[in-house]
Structure formats: C-alpha cells, structure tokens
C-alpha cells in the first residue's frame, strides 16, 4: 500500500515535473529555434552547453548549484537583497535544478523537430511576405506538434528520476523537498524494501508509458 507521505512525495515529483517542462518549453522554444536556423561558429558551443548534463553526474551539477543559489553565491544574494526567499532547501530551488538538468531532454527534440521541417515551405512563406516571427508561428509551431509532445514527455519522465541535484539542492524535508526518489532512498536505507518496491514500480510503470508513447508517435509520423 502507499502511504500517504508516499502519495505527498509523488505530488510533489509530479508538481515539479510538470512545472520545470513546462517553463523548459518556454526558455527552450526560442534556443532550440535559434540553433536550428543559425549558421554561426560559435553556435557548437551553445550546443555543448545545453547538452553537458547529458554527461555531467547530477552532483557536480548540484554541487555549483548550491554554491550559486545558496546565500553567498552570486544569485542567491541578489536574490536576498531583493527581497526574496532562500532558494537552496526550497521547491522553488528543486524548480531551478529540475530546469537545469533536464534542459536537453526539452531542447534537443525540439530543435530536431525545427531542423526537419522543410526549408521549402519556409522559403515560399518568405516569398508571398510572410515576416521571420509569422512563419516562425503559422508554419514551424504547427509542424512541430510531435516535437513538442516528444519534449515534453522527455522532459517530465526525466524529472521524475531526479535524485542527486535534488538532495543536493533540497535536501529531504517531507511535504517541501522529499520526492519520490528520495523516499525510495529513505526505504532502502531503513530496510524497507517492500515500500521501495512499491513506489519504484510505480515510477517504472509511469515512464514506461510516457517512452512508449514517444516510440508510437515515432512509428506514426516517422520522426519526432
């Protein structure tokens, strides 16, 4: 059975994946577009950038995270001078970590959906006067549905799992900063491995269907 600290736990895993992909789609629409319309040189490093947590351990990457959002990094004090609350051991700081770790999760599927696209259809757009931002959302958007979906099922499924940025960020206060990842690691440590069990095989079913949906619409459509 899931216990109701284990349904508060999922709450919150599902609260911010649905809030860090969703922000993720916004950041990342105009960088996934510019990287897949722009011939600059220095465009393999925007690149690099947002594909490093790839490879990157979760706790390197949280590690500079705290050092950053915590109340001596540089924006955790521009934080605190304007008034607002303390990022690190806060939701809003596993929103911050879950936006930075899943980043290619979000961007890389929608520029791949951008780059595909025809270059034909754009260029007769341009031609009967249609302006760079017009086609941009009366032709690319609409082509890149699949894109977006695939975006945005990579994203949440990949938010789900977050364990080390999260502890390194949040820490694990139940009902604020404890997910599920962290309630399985809090069963395994106690020896409960039936509640662990539980509660991974629910994650597991839940990504599960969400890839799955990505590989149908794959065979479907052909692409991404």
Do not use: C
Request: no cysteine; charged share 10%.
């Amino acid at each position: 059975m899931i216990s109701s600290s284990d349904w508060t736990a999922l709450t919150l895993t599902f609260e911010l994946a649905l809030i860090s992909t969703i922000i993720l789609l916004v950041i990342g629409t105009p960088i996934a577009w510019w990287l897949s319309q722009t011939k600059a040189r220095f465009k393999f490093l925007i690149e690099t950038l947002v594909a490093l947590p790839i490879v990157l351990p979760p706790t390197v990457l949280g590690f500079y995270l705290l050092i950053f959002l915590g109340p001596q990094g540089s924006v955790g004090k521009l934080v605190s001078y304007l008034g607002g609350p303390s990022l690190i051991f806060s939701f809003t700081g596993l929103v911050i970590g879950s936006i930075v770790y899943s980043m290619p999760f979000v961007i890389q599927p929608l520029q791949h959906a951008f780059s595909v696209i025809d270059k034909r259809a754009d260029e007769t757009a341009a031609t009967i006067g249609f302006s760079r931002l017009r086609r941009f959302f009366y032709l690319f958007l609409p082509l890149s549905k699949t894109g977006y979906l695939s975006a945005f099922v990579l994203g949440f499924a990949h938010t789900l799992g977050e364990f080390g940025i999260v502890l390194m960020i949040g820490g694990n206060i139940p009902g604020e900063t404890q997910v599920a990842s962290i309630s399985i690691y809090n069963y395994v440590e106690m020896l409960e491995y039936d509640k662990a069990h539980t509660l991974s095989l629910l994650l597991l079913l839940i990504s599960f269907t969400l890839l799955a949906i990505i590989y149908s619409l794959r065979i479907r459509f052909g692409r991404y």
